[in-house]
Each structure stands twice: as structure tokens, then as C-alpha cells.
């Protein structure tokens, strides 16, 4: 169950600096490193540890992309992204909710598209609303139909009754990448070139070259 998704790729852009020091938001960096995490992780996302199906760029590498087959941001416009806690931030936390299959229904075992889009669009305004009292509405560009972007639980999928039954299961498993990304995170500036380490280790994976 635990085969590779060898058909994901991935773009993570997280830009915590800003010329303004009082606009920088450090915890961006923090969330592409989390949701690196779950994506290689093989009892969640599945993806190959490899830099041709995921590529990270944090702060100065953050140059315009081109185009994609779908983009997500955040938040619309001028809005503003908020935090969560100290660990992530209000998009990523949900994010990582919905690799899990908070809009799956049962026996899925596949995340689509649109799974992610239904459960951000409808989770980041209630919290940002109910955390800050703040408007924040997550974006989402495509320019291709709906399809698979990760296994389900490393391809086991949603069991009988659903999310209900593994939400706090995947609430551990965000709280545990968490800790990873803040005992370990400050170390990693660029996941790109930590692949050459000997040894590392992120959420739930130890890689050894």
C-alpha cells in the first residue's frame, strides 16, 4: 500500500523575509518545510523524495514561476495570511488537514484537486474569522481539469466512517511535523541542497544517501 506517487510534482514557494521588516511573516518558511514533510512521507502523500517531483523555494530563490498546471495562495488579493501558532499558519494547517482527507469521503484513497480546494475554501475564512476577525480567502488557479495530486494515507485511504474517525489521528500527525520543523527547521535553509546530507531528518522520514 505503501507504493511511491511517482505521477506528483510539486512547487512549494514560501517567502518569510520582506524589505519591511514588520511585513516579514517567518512561519512561511516554516509551512513549506511542514508541507514537504507530508508530501514525502509514505504513510501520507507517497511523493519520491527527489527534487524532479518536489522543488522548494524559500525567500531570495522565490523568483516569479512560470506557469502552472494549479496554483494555490493563501489569500486574495491585498489580504493578509494569518497564523495559526507559532507553527503554522492558518492555510497550512488546513492544508495538511485536507492531505489527510478532511473532504474525502470514505474509501477514497486518493486527494484530488478539488478535495483540497473544497475544504480550504470552506476552513481558512472560518478560522481566520474566528482566531483574528479577519477576512482571509484562499486562491486557487487552474488552467487543467480536476486530478490527483497525492495518495490517501499512503494509499490506505478513509475507513468506513470517514474523516471523523482519523481526524485526531491526523491532528497528531500535523502536532508531530510541527515539532519536527521547529527542533530541526532553523537548520534546513534550503531542502534542495539538505538532500545531499548524509543523513536528515524531516517529519517522519529519515533519508540516508
Not at 486574495?76 to 494569518?82: A, D, H, L
Not at 474569522?129 to 487552474?142: G, K
Request: net charge negative.
Amino acid at each position: 500500500m505503501n507504493d511511491k506517487f511517482t505521477q506528483g510534482y510539486a512547487l512549494l514557494i514560501g517567502v518569510g523575509e520582506s524589505a519591511y521588516s514588520k511585513l516579514s511573516l517567518p512561519v512561511t518558511v516554516k509551512d513549506t518545510q511542514a508541507i514537504y514533510a507530508a508530501l514525502i512521507d509514505p504513510e501520507l502523500c507517497a511523493y519520491p523524495d527527489h527534487q524532479e517531483h518536489i522543488r522548494v523555494l524559500n525567500n531570495q530563490e522565490a523568483t516569479r514561476q512560470g506557469k502552472g498546471r494549479v496554483v494555490f495562495t493563501s489569500s486574495e488579493g491585498e489580504q493578509k495570511s494569518w497564523i495559526k501558532d507559532e507553527s503554522n499558519s492558518i492555510y497550512t494547517y488546513h492544508f495538511l488537514e485536507a492531505l489527510q482527507g478532511a473532504a474525502n469521503k470514505p474509501g477514497d484513497t486518493e486527494v484530488k484537486v478539488s478535495n483540497l480546494m473544497n475544504h480550504l475554501s470552506k476552513a481558512v475564512p472560518e478560522t481566520a474569522s474566528r482566531l483574528h476577525n479577519a477576512e482571509q480567502i484562499p486562491h486557487f488557479d487552474m488552467d487543467a481539469g480536476d486530478f490527483v495530486i497525492a495518495k490517501l494515507r499512503g494509499g490506505k485511504g478513509l475507513p468506513s466512517k470517514g474523516w471523523e474517525e482519523v481526524q485526531l489521528q491526523a491532528i497528531q500527525k500535523i502536532n508531530k511535523i510541527a515539532d519536527t520543523i521547529n527542533q530541526y527547521g532553523k537548520f534546513i535553509t534550503n531542502i534542495n541542497e539538505v538532500r545531499d546530507v548524509q543523513n536528515f531528518h524531516i517529519g517522519d522520514v529519515i533519508n540516508k544517501n
